[in-house]
């Protein structure tokens, strides 16, 4: 007799199909780092809530692999006693399955959920690959919310810099020179990009789901459900044809014969391949407009600095409260919440001019809760932030013509000589990045030593990226661009936006994060330099400055003049005086 839980549902499924088992990917068919509540199955089959992940339902073992942010989360969260915990990068999911399944195993997979580029390494293993006509989480998934359905806006020209057809005309251009007559687009953010628009199906995501065809010529076919269009003035959606959402696919067929198609691999569902093959052609190339979009025009990086002014008022007032707040609170014997603190964060951002949501959920963590790179206060993990434990707080903000997120870890009380030495090293390696010349063109993974060498110095290290590209009003996390160990091989130029965000975590203990959106300018002929985006004081209380050479004070008293010139005029006057305190040079902090 079969519990009623999901696992065993979904178990009780595979054994009524003649199925071995089945993976059920973190994923929505526009492989979407944040998810609508209705493309969640991963979250309602395991309890797990990241960002990454996957798991293989076997009739007698179930496995969740989960990246390096989500090693601790992923244990807290979900069942241990009937999920084992794997590494989704250092043993993944096709080796695994290499070693540890027979021959003919039948596994099962929903094809507008698994890229051609994990379909392929899935094919190398014993197992027989069984596409699905229809999802079980159809059927199994009885309170399961409804689709979404956000309204769709325009993004005038006097924000974007260049008008849709402009777009559409270069991207057809790049068609043209690659001999591919249909680019198919399934990435939300490029659909936004190349239309002007911006959706609302996903919080703090403000893309629309759909998927685009466009044509050699520069014609535009949008398949996405009319219901969302309903607040679009006509000229925004003149010289395209709509088509129902769910029509993607079947008109994937018809225009394929003797075509050749442009798909992405690491993005576009291996549905689009199975539906090309039998007659079409495929171009396996990234999506041109993924580049396109991360080189931002003038008018989009000026959106990008006047939002950083806003948010980094916003960032201000808050740390002015808190630096009131917490002290006060715990000497009352009623200590400040984590909860508390990102609720009246979000109140701050609120007030400043035309702030529209969060860019991602806010990671408000105290003490242990930091440890988890990812971690989200709830009600049963909700701590106290006090003067004994470090308090890390990443957040940012959706504002009409850009988008921010910033990292900040802060000390109300004097930590002991270990934890100051973590906080040390990760200002220092933020600061080797941040001050760092290098060759234009160079590559994320070229960069990312400098951000973790003065704690490879002490044997330690982070099991995550250094910096990622921010879309403009768009995606918090945006391709191709990566600092990390892993390969990036997208060059690095003048015009992209990207984070520097070095990190230390002791699980059990604490973690420490210091972040900084930046814009790449040139800075000499051939060569390229951060400038910071984000105005906001960095804590330097727990730092032992002996450690950190003349270069790096420099740095951060002109960083912090910056700061204060910049955002004195906007930050509630209240605030002002925690704001020249914070941002006072550092002979006169240390005095």
């Known amino acids: 007799m079969h519990s009623t839980s999901p696992l065993n549902s979904l178990r009780t499924w595979l054994e009524d199909n003649r199925l071995d088992g089945m993976i059920v990917p973190r994923a929505d068919a526009w492989q979407s780092e944040y998810c609508a509540p209705f493309d969640e199955k991963l979250a309602w089959l395991t309890g797990f809530d990241g960002s990454a992940g996957l798991a293989l339902i076997l009739k007698d073992r179930a496995l969740l692999f989960v990246d390096g942010r ?154 996405v459900n009319g219901d969302k269009l309903t607040g679009l003035p006509p000229s925004a959606i003149g010289g395209m044809v709509i088509s129902p959402q769910d029509d993607f696919i079947k008109r994937i067929q018809q225009v394929s014969d003797g075509k050749r198609i442009w798909l992405d691999a690491d993005s576009a569902p291996v549905a689009l391949r199975f539906a090309i093959e039998p007659h079409g052609h495929i171009l396996w190339q990234t999506d041109p407009i993924t580049l396109l979009k991360a080189h931002k025009n003038p008018v989009e990086l000026a959106g990008y600095r006047e939002a950083h002014h806003y948010d980094g008022a916003a960032w201000v007032n808050f740390l002015a409260w808190l630096a009131q707040e917490v002290p006060q609170r715990e000497a009352a014997g009623h200590p400040l919440t984590e909860l508390e603190a990102q609720e009246k964060q979000l109140a701050f951002r609120a007030e400043q001019p035309g702030f529209i949501e969060q860019s991602f959920a806010t990671i408000s963590a105290s003490a242990s809760n930091a440890a988890m790179c990812h971690y989200h206060a709830s009600v049963a993990t909700n701590k106290a932030i006090t003067s004994g434990d470090f308090y890390l707080n990443d957040s940012g903000g959706q504002y009409p013509n850009g988008t921010t997120d910033a990292t900040r870890t802060l000390s109300y009380g004097r930590r002991d000589a270990q934890q100051r030495l973590h906080y040390t090293a990760v200002l220092k390696g933020f600061l080797s990045l941040i001050t760092l010349q290098f060759p234009s063109g160079s590559q994320g993974h070229q960069l990312d030593a400098f951000a973790r060498r003065a704690l490879w110095e002490m044997g330690l290290d982070y099991d995550h990226g250094t910096g990622h590209g921010v879309g403009h009003q768009l995606m918090i996390h945006e391709n191709p661009h990566r600092i990390a160990k892993k390969v990036n091989p997208w060059p690095l130029v003048a015009g992209n936006i990207m984070t520097i965000e070095p990190g230390y975590y002791q699980a059990d203990s604490h973690g420490i994060r210091i972040e900084n959106q930046v814009e790449i300018v040139e800075s000499q002929p051939g060569f390229c330099r951060f400038a910071s985006l984000t105005l906001i004081p960095i804590d330097l209380s727990q730092v032992d400055m002996h450690l950190l050479s003349d270069q790096d004070k420099q740095w951060l008293d002109d960083y912090h003049q910056q700061v204060r010139e910049a955002l004195s005029p906007l930050v509630d006057s209240d605030a002002r005086p925690w704001l020249f305190a914070a941002t006072a040079p550092i002979r006169v902090q240390a005095a």
């Open 70 to 223: 989500y090693q601790v989360q992923a244990r807290v969260q979900v069942d241990t006693d009937a999920f084992e915990i794997h590494h989704l990068h250092n043993e993944p999911l096709a080796a695994w399955l290499q070693e540890n399944v027979p021959a003919g195993t039948r596994i099962a997979f929903e094809s507008l959920l698994m890229t051609n580029s994990d379909h392929t390494a899935l094919t190398q293993t014993p197992c027989e690959l069984v596409p699905l006509a229809a999802s079980p989480f159809d059927t199994l998934w009885t309170d399961r919310p409804a689709p979404p359905a956000g309204l769709i806006r325009e993004m005038p020209v006097s924000v974007s810099g260049e008008s849709s057809e402009e777009k559409r005309q270069r991207v057809a251009q790049c068609l043209a020179e690659k001999e591919a007559d249909y680019l198919a687009i399934t990435l939300p953010d490029n659909i936004a990009w190349l239309l002007n628009v911006r959706g609302a199906d996903i919080p703090t995501s403000p893309v629309p789901l759909s998927f685009a065809l466009l044509a050699r010529d520069g014609g535009v076919e949008w398949f």
